[in-house]
């Protein structure tokens, strides 16, 4: 048999390798692009009503995102999660390799309102000295830190992240406690005086690396000064009162709510000085580029996304200079009846594709 005859037998014989060899050398280089991308966390965060509806592991997966994170209360996150189509969503994120993690307000269920009756000193003071049940909870009180700790660490067991990130905030955007204890300190530091306690508790008894997010939001955008965050705590910045047709270098730029005057440039300052207190390199931006709840004024029918890319591009690199590897959005009402009204989803390709592929602008 001479050489040429020998052709058919020795591609039969090494084409097989061959394939093995090409496929591997694909992933190498796709693993590569994923750990050569900036942004470590490119994430969405998604109510379980989206969650429920469409199948946003393989969506996620496919315009280059890391992470998919479940939104509102913990009580009504875990009764999704436990449900069939919650285990469902966990097992396609594992398919898919998307990391799950959980943004949650949460006093209300940490807390629980009907615990009043028993002792109401463990609740928040308000402006005219009363102790009322309505939001969040007295963070001097011992035996009230002491229940949403026991309770921040029995949903850990159920609402598990991935990532040993976690996210249990105060109560959306209303007051802390004004009793004589908690009155000399700001909303962002009565946060963080709870936020370290439940990190302890969490390292404690569910994960000695667990970390917990300290969000900077509404009454908390100001950074804590006499309380310092304990090891594990990271910051969440959430500028909700931006406008997302000017990009953050518009520092003049104000928002779309007539209330809230606060600028860009504002907004920017607030975010370095929470900088100095919490590092950068652990820090994560919750954004609204893509919360369509947002835009609809948190009511349905969901409108259509005003999508700027060009705005977000140069936020991006706004926040990739001052060191933040972590980004997600809202995408809250982007579900299986938002699709059918408006299925053009290039923005979420667009958004995905951008962190990914994100390079430094000159
Ligand atoms: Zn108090």
């Known amino acids: 048999m001479n050489y040429i005859n020998r052709i058919p037998f020795l591609w039969k014989s090494f084409a097989p390798i061959l394939l093995v060899l090409l496929i591997a050398i694909s992933c190498s280089q796709q693993t590569e692009r994923q ?33 998919l994170a479940t939104h509102i209360t913990p009580s009504q996150v875990s009764e999704f999660i436990q449900s069939e189509r919650g285990q469902q ?64 660490v029995k949903y850990a067991k159920i609402l598990t992240p991935t990532t040993g990130r976690y996210f249990y905030w105060i109560d ?31 390292r404690k008894e ?62 920017l300052r607030l975010l370095d000085e929470n900088l100095k207190v919490f590092p950068a390199e652990t820090a994560q931006v919750l954004e609204y580029w893509l919360d369509v709840s947002l835009f609809s004024g948190w009511k349905k029918p969901a409108v259509a996304l005003p999508w700027h890319n060009q705005v977000f591009q140069e936020d991006i690199d706004v926040y990739a200079k001052r060191g933040i590897k972590h980004i997600t959005s809202f995408g809250v009402y982007i579900d299986d009846q938002f699709i059918e009204n408006f299925p053009d989803l290039t923005f979420l390709k667009e958004y995905g594709k951008g962190l990914e592929n994100y390079q430094p602008a000159q």
């Open 172 to 202: 959306d955007a209303v007051p802390m406690c004004q009793c004589p204890e908690c009155s000399p300190y700001s909303d962002s530091e009565q946060a963080l005086l709870l936020e370290n306690a439940i990190v302890n508790a969490l």
């Open 35 to 67: 750990e050569a991308s900036h942004f470590k966390t490119r994430g969405l965060v998604l109510d379980v009503n989206d969650l429920s509806t469409v199948d946003w592991p393989r969506r996620a997966k496919e315009a280059g995102l890391t992470t």
């Open 206 to 267: 569910v994960d000695p690396k667990a970390m917990l997010a300290h969000l900077a939001y509404v009454n908390t955008l100001e950074p804590p000064v006499k309380v310092k965050p304990a090891a594990g705590i990271f910051l969440e910045f959430a500028p909700i009162y931006r406008r997302w047709d000017k990009s953050l270098l518009d520092t003049g730029a104000t928002g779309w709510n007539a209330q809230q005057t606060i600028t860009h440039g504002e907004h």
């Open 89 to 152: 969503f966990l097992e396609e994120c594992k398919t898919y390799g998307i990391e799950v993690e959980h943004e949650l307000h949460s006093m209300g269920d940490l807390l629980p309102r009907n615990l009043f009756e028993e002792d109401s000193t463990m609740f928040r003071m308000n402006e005219e000295g009363k102790r009322v049940a309505d939001y969040n909870l007295c963070v001097h009180s011992e035996k009230a830190v002491k229940i949403v700790c026991d309770n921040a």
